[in-house]
């Protein structure tokens, strides 16, 4: 039965002490990860297994990751290159952050390193039974993230106690609805359909007098979000242009939170759909 079941592997990673080994237990539901105070508690990767609605997990706890500043050169490569290896080999990864302690460059970095290999990534503030006015801790996350970070409508933002048990199951459940996002397919169709309804709006952004505007759109691979956008340019798109298309894009079709790449192109005939 349960090999009819669909995968999700999935990575937690973090600094050390931000709850990664006690979230890890309680997604599988046992002590097999030892949780506590103590800074780098957890010492080697451990894996383990669950299942979730149709879906079989598998799920990796890792040690926590140290700043750069406390590590040597040498450790600080091998472990750069023990992330990375995290990284590919799983679809989801969940950078775990404590909620009372500061987000540093380390966590951009990460998901960075995770967007680039077309990896969803969420940044799960945890430790949230801690913060006493979670409404307006939840608001200055996003909006520091907004602000701060390039790529910010890249990455999923969500709040948890893994101890507490706050917030686990929404966010399995995202993890499942944004996997089947990157991998569905858009109907040309709708693609079509997208780029009727912005050249109806007209409200594309002007470029020394330009207005570049996209003419046709190709996705090029079903498992992960990739797009051909053919421009009435000639010229390279401006980022200005790009981030405007990112923007609606995932708008229009909601995939906030999805690694997409787009190549822009010009087309051979501007005047053509
Ligand atoms: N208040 C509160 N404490 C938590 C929560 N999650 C974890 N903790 C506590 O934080 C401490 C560290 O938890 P661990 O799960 O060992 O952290 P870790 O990230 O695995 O740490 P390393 O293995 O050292 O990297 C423990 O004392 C936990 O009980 C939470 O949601 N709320
Ligand atoms: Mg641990």
């Known amino acids: ?3 009819n079941l669909s995968n999700i592997n999935l990575s937690i990673i973090g600094k050390p002490n931000s709850g990664k080994s006690t979230l890890f237990n309680s997604l599988v539901k046992s002590n097999i990860s030892p949780v ?4 780098g508690l957890t010492k080697t990767i451990i894996t383990d297994k669950f299942s979730y609605r149709n879906y079989n997990f598998t799920i990796i706890d890792t040690p926590g990751l140290r700043r750069k500043s406390k590590v040597s050169a040498f450790n600080e490569m091998e472990r750069n290159k023990e992330v990375i290896k995290l990284i590919s080999n799983v679809n989801i990864i969940i950078l775990l952050i404590d909620s009372l302690e500061n987000i540093t460059k380390q966590d951009f970095r990460l998901a960075d390193l995770s967007i680039n290999r077309h990896k969803i990534i969420f940044f799960l503030f945890n430790k949230i ?30 709040f948890i106690s893994a101890k507490k048990n706050i917030g686990i199951l929404n ?48 996705q090029l691979d079903n498992s992960i979000p990739k797009f051909k ?35 822009f192109e010009s087309s051979k005939n501007p005047f053509s759909i």
């Open 171 to 218: 966010v399995l459940n995202e993890i499942i609805e944004k996997n089947k996002k990157v991998s569905t397919k858009i109907p040309k169709k709708s693609l079509n359909k997208f780029i009727i309804s912005l050249n109806k709006k007209r409200n594309f952004p002007k470029i020394k007098d330009i207005e570049v505007k996209p003419k046709y759109i190709v």
């Open 229 to 263: 956008v053919f421009i009435n340019s000639t010229k390279k798109a401006p980022i200005l242009f790009q981030k405007y298309f990112d923007n609606i894009f995932r708008e229009y079709f909601k995939l906030q939170g999805i690694p997409i790449i787009y190549y």
């Open 36 to 39: 506590g105070n103590k800074y």
């Open 1 to 3: 039965m349960s090999s």
């Open 129 to 158: 039974d801690l913060i006493e006015d979670k409404k307006k801790f939840k608001l200055q996350i996003n909006k520091f993230l907004k602000n701060n970070y390039n790529k910010s409508k890249m990455i999923n933002i969500m």
